[in-house]
T-cell receptor, first 115, second 113 residues
Framework: EAGVAQSPRYKIIEKRQSVAFWCNPI?????LYWYQQILGQGPKLLIQ????????DSQLPKDRFSAERLKGVDSTLKIQPAKLEDSAVYLC?????????????FGQGTRLTVV | DAKTTQPNSMESNEEEPVHLPCNHS???????IHWYRQLPSQGPEYVIH???SNVNNRMASLAIAEDRKSSTLILHRATLRDAAVYYC??????????????FGTGTRLKVLA
């Protein structure tokens, strides 16, 4: 079974530039999560989708971050404009669905460096 | 959001059992206790989860206190490949129905050869 795919693996941008990350969840998984992990900290949930609808985006800095999951499959997370403090690993995860207590599968993440 | 408390770091000798503790005094009756671990430069991976009864799988065992306010992840024979950050998570579904995985800072396990 293929895992959660993320791209790119690494990205370096200058502050005030834009960047986008892509995630392809495990086939058939309805729930998709985006996390931000700053060095030395645990992952912080940014947004959670169920199919193509947003379940929770309370921690998403909406003035600069946006995410979408068109057709309820792939998802993109965008930052515009980027700040130095956005340097982090961005992790995508998926699970079978919202209510059944199954595990979440994580991708390897995209490491973003803002200079 | 439900919170968990874990030691920042622990050490173990290779081939010996490891007991990783977690306190979750504010747990609600419907919160499942999940454990994930994160190897260097990898995304977190599932280890085990449970509700009330102790659980065993091929990776580890989970011992849950009778009052559910604490739990212990048990690695029966630590190997060098078990060196990772271990996260104890309560899957939050009490108020919003969002079933979020809320990570804390975890326990960094160092395995000594």
């Amino acid at each position: 079974e293929a895992g959660v795919a993320q791209s790119p693996r690494y990205k370096i941008i200058e502050k005030r530039q834009s960047v986008a990350f892509w995630c392809n969840p495990i086939s058939g998984h309805a729930t998709l999560y985006w996390y931000q992990q700053i060095l030395g900290q645990g992952p912080k949930l940014l947004i959670q989708f169920q199919n193509n609808g947003v379940v929770d985006d309370s921690q998403l800095p909406k003035d600069r971050f946006s995410a979408e999951r068109l057709k309820g499959v792939d998802s993109t997370l965008k930052i515009q404009p980027a700040k130095l403090e956005d340097s982090a690993v961005y992790l995508c995860a998926s699970s079978l669905d919202l209510v059944s207590d199954t595990e979440a599968f994580f991708g390897q993440g995209t490491r973003l460096t803002v200079v | 959001d439900a919170k968990t408390t874990q030691p920042n770091s622990m050490e173990s000798n290779e081939e010996e059992p490891v007991h990783l503790p977690c306190n979750h005094s504010t747990i609600s009756g419907t919160d499942y206790i999940h454990w994930y671990r994160q190897l260097p430069s990898q995304g977190p991976e599932y280890v085990i989860h449970g509700l009330t009864s102790n659980v065993n799988n091929r990776m580890a065992s989970l011992a849950i206190a009778e009052d559910r306010k604490s739990s212990t992840l048990i690695l029966h024979r630590a190997t060098l490949r078990d060196a990772a950050v271990y996260y104890c998570i309560l899957r939050d579904d009490r108020t919003s129905g969002t079933y979020k995985y809320i990570f804390g800072t975890g326990t960094r396990l160092k395995v000594l050869a």
